[in-house]
């Protein structure tokens, strides 16, 4: 008997009638899998509940940034402690210097970071940035990345535009487009033809150093010393988008795990605590170009937010703990070789790839190591397994061009109970597959 949506059905009519599509991002309307979208009414810890009353096992965690859960109760404290004292004042405050400490400490390759609202934000202040140092107009980005929708960035990007079929979007100035150069993830070899060609008008490369928004794409071995290597000889800027990846894979980001820094990062999501924040950082002598200092201009009303600061101050105290990675690293290595035991059982194709928390699961018997190879999945079957799933009280991104998140608090118990959801929405979905 499928469970009870009606209503969110109910919400989503009205919704529609007031926003596009019915929602405020486009992977939140369930297009990439059929059906209406869920409407959230609350959530705590690893568990999110929908407004039928239906609650699911969460590894979505909005995206990303709740690496401890949902409520989590030392980060409410710590917004309900700093709205009792305001939540805006468009100045000055200890509570953005104590984040920006914690964030220099921590990412090997910052000295210097400017808080903004959002990982689109930083991403756009990044390259204006960059192409403000080197004077030059040209971006190299990968197919099948995605960060955030600025202008320069949604050309042949992923995540939603992935889940969507939309490999350019209409509205961006065609001589801006221009100026963007796509290549395939992993393969250093065309990395290297198009700056022996171009080299001295790029402005940037920017990376996602584990790819996550065509699924989780990891790194090939030297992929990201190549990018270091290749920009550094032409004069051109390495950013690094670390939305998802900082504080995920480690508490210096993808950075620090494969020892790679870059000239800028970018970072979001987990440093916001669950609340919106955006960060670029680099050495001071690219950050003071950065207005004041510099002339190169950015702003914001709300940059340095305190509520978001307090929360995001919260967060990376949490996870500054003795042994979360390797607890992260547990409970996600217990689930997906789980899930793999499953597929080989039931005879489905499938590929698996992980970097500590964050992973995929891709219907396809292709080796994943690009976008290419990922538009090789059968997302159809996708499709069906998302909506079994849900019947069996687990909640997953809502396409296969997404990235699966693990928490400090989903606990073992709810892990088996994931794997045993799997089973059966597997063995449902293959049976229509045979059908
Ligand atoms: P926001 O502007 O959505 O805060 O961040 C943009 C962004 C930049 N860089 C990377 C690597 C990102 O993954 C993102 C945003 N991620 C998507 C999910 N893959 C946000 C979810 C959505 O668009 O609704």
């Not at 509940?49 to 940034?65: L, Q, R």
């Not at 468009?90 to 000295?111: R, W």
């Amino acid at each position: 008997m499928s469970m009870n949506r009606n209503n969110s059905s109910r919400l989503f009519s009205i919704a529609q009638k007031v926003m596009p599509g019915g929602v405020n991002s486009p992977v939140r309307a369930f297009n990439a899998v059929g059906g209406d979208p869920l409407f959230i009414k609350s959530a705590k810890g690893s568990r999110i509940t929908d407004v039928d009353g239906n609650e699911f096992i969460d590894y979505v965690g909005s995206w990303g940034p709740l690496i401890f859960g949902h409520a989590h109760p030392q980060i409410v404290s710590a917004i309900t402690q700093q709205a009792q004292l305001g939540t805006s004042y468009g100045a000055s405050t200890e509570v953005e210097i104590q984040l920006a400490e914690k964030v220099v400490q921590a990412v090997p390759s910052v000295e210097v970071v400017r808080m903004v609202n959002s990982g689109t934000e930083a991403v756009m202040s990044a390259l204006r940035l960059a192409r403000g140092i080197t004077g030059r107009d040209k971006i190299v980005k990968f197919e099948g990345c995605y960060h955030g929708h600025g202008d320069s960035l949604l050309v042949k990007a992923g995540s939603g535009l992935a889940s969507l079929g939309i490999p350019e979007c209409p509205g961006i100035v065609s001589s801006l487009a221009e100026k963007t150069l796509n290549l395939p993830y992993n393969n250093v070899d065309q990395v290297r033809e198009l700056f022996e060609k171009e080299g001295k008008e790029i402005a940037a490369l920017i990376v996602e150093p584990i790819g996550g928004n065509m699924g989780v794409v990891p790194p090939k071995p030297g992929f990201l010393a190549a990018l270091r290597d290749v920009t550094q000889n032409a004069g051109a800027l390495l950013i690094f988008d670390e939305v998802i990846t900082g504080f995920r894979v480690s508490l210096g980001g993808a950075q620090k795990l494969f020892g790679v820094n870059p000239d800028i990062t970018c970072l979001g999501k987990i440093i916001g605590g669950g609340l919106p924040v955006g960060a670029y950082g680099g050495s001071r002598e690219v950050m003071d170009h950065i207005s004041p200092v510099g002339s190169v201009y950015q702003a914001g009303t709300l940059s340095g937010n305190p509520l978001a600061m307090a929360a995001g101050n919260e967060m990376l105290d949490l996870l500054s703990q003795e042994g979360i990675y390797e607890t992260l690293e547990q409970k996600s290595a217990k689930l997906c070789e789980g899930l793999k035991k499953n597929v080989d059982a039931l005879g489905i194709q499938a590929q698996f790839t992980r970097v500590g928390s964050m992973f995929s699961m891709f219907f396809t018997d292709q080796e994943i190591v690009d976008f290419e190879t990922v538009k090789s999945c059968d997302t159809d079957l996708f499709g069906r397994y998302f909506n079994g799933l849900l019947e069996e009280g687990v909640y997953v991104a809502p396409s296969q061009f997404e990235a699966g998140f693990m928490s400090v608090v989903h606990s073992d118990e709810e892990i088996s109970l994931t794997l045993e959801a799997s089973r059966k929405a597997l063995t449902a979905a293959r049976g229509q597959l045979v059908e």
